[in-house]
């Protein structure tokens, strides 16, 4: 007997593994669960994830990302944010959903695009996971060959670049090199919880007119 989809219940903050399935089984639950459903799905050589996010996930979320867009802003970067976007390339049997991610430095080959191709298309500059489900797979971002991911894991922010195929653990941001992202990110979203959204977006945005300064 052969379950559905619709009669699995994951409860939030929890995660379903699934082994031995095949590409066109990943692209079918895709499509029966479409691009706005509220878990995430990401597929590797095979094996399948299915995670349903915490409230605290999604606070992270969207104040890291509102950051990252205040500090492109500032910096006068153009940038194209594809937040909750799936990424999947056939040939290379992996695919997955970021929490948030930023076309950057690849802005200009993307700019104007509704669907993004890997096949054809750069995958994005720069992916955000917020790591308080579960631990991000690396496997599948190096697959996809996503230059710069930020992992935060509810209290420090974790920068790994790729190199060589392969991630590594850096100080630095590669998108933004001269700033101490590592520190400050962490402390301005502590902040938010405190003194709210707004105040802490403003307050970021002096203290990156405060570092080109210098």
Partial sequence: MLLELNQLVIQPGQQLLLKDVSWQMYEDILEELGEKR???VNYSQGLLEIITPLPEHEFDKEIIGDLVKALLEELNIEFVPLGFTTYKNKQMSGGLKADQCFYIQNEPAIRGKKRIDLTIDP?????????????????????????????YNGQSLEIIVLESGKYVKSNISRNFPSLPLVDVIPQYVERSMIEGRNVTIKAFRSWVKSQTKK
């Fill in 123 to 151: 995958p994005p500059d720069l992916a955000l996971e917020i790591d308080i489900t579960s631990r991000t797979r690396l496997n599948n971002y190096e697959a996809l060959g996503v230059p710069e991911l930020w992992r």
């Fill in 38 to 40: 509220a878990a995430r």
